[in-house]
């Protein structure tokens, strides 16, 4: 084996340790905390979480839920503490965080939960495209209009988000470029040069037809 990298990084990641023993040529993709002292290329997740909640404060929703991602997983972690912290700094009490497995299945499942609550959310975010795409056919099987009645945010945005109606307003990265990042910083550890971190660009919001203001009285 050449080189090794880490993927999908969890908290308290037992690969990192293992590999810092070995001395195995590696390159986290993910942090910047938790891949000890092995080099890294990440993004700041919690910094698009925040631009995402403000822009939805301004467009007035006050009742914001995430869909999010396994609870176990580091990026998952840092976008759940961003978004307690910036739900607080604005003052959305009803803002509330539900676990799923990134599937459309349980996208679908978590949605169906959150739009049959007596007080349901105006906006709902979404750690994946695939669970927005499955929370907006579930929000369109209820009689619900999208954005009229509910904004939907997708994280990742794959071509599927402009392939529905309305489009999904979604944050959007440059996944090569990123991945392009993470293959030259293996092949220059393997070459026994020292690799610092990089922190690659955030992901962007990119509004389009699932976002607007709530209705009045919502």
């Known amino acids: 084996m050449d080189g090794v990298l880490v993927c999908d990084l969890r908290v308290n990641d037992h690969r990192v340790p293992v590999l810092e023993e070995l001395q195995l040529p590696a390159v986290v993709i993910g942090g910047p905390d938790g891949v000890?002292?092995?080099?890294?290329?990440?993004?700041?997740?919690a910094a698009a979480l925040v631009e995402t909640m403000e822009y939805l404060a301004a467009l007035g929703h006050r009742r914001v839920a995430r869909v999010?991602?396994?609870?176990?997983?580091?990026?998952?972690?840092?976008?759940?503490?961003?978004f307690g912290k910036v739900s607080q700094r604005l003052g959305l009490e009803q803002a509330v965080t539900v676990t799923a497995d990134y599937t459309g299945e349980e996208g679908a499942r978590a949605t169906r939960r959150l739009l049959s609550a007596a007080q349901r959310p105006t906006a709902i975010i979404y750690d994946n495209d695939v669970m927005?795409?499955?929370?907006?056919?579930?929000?369109?099987?209820?009689?619900l209009t999208v954005p009229g009645d509910l904004s939907l945010v997708a994280w990742d945005d794959s071509p599927?988000?402009?392939l529905v109606h309305p489009q999904l307003t979604a944050l959007t990265w440059d996944i090569p470029t990123y991945g392009g990042h993470a293959a030259r910083q293996l092949l220059a550890v393997i070459a026994g040069e020292q690799v610092p971190s990089i922190k690659a660009e955030a992901a962007r919001l990119a509004p389009r037809g699932s976002t607007a203001p709530p209705r009045a009285g919502r």
Do not use: F
Not at 36 to 42: K, M, N, T
Not at 135 to 142: F, P, R, S, T
């Open 36 to 45: 000890g002292r092995l080099a890294s290329v990440w993004h700041d997740d």
């Open 68 to 82: 999010a991602g396994l609870p176990d997983l580091l990026h998952t972690a840092v976008r759940t503490e961003a």
């Open 132 to 143: 927005a795409i499955a929370g907006l056919a579930v929000a369109q099987e209820m009689g």
């Open 160 to 162: 599927l988000c402009q």
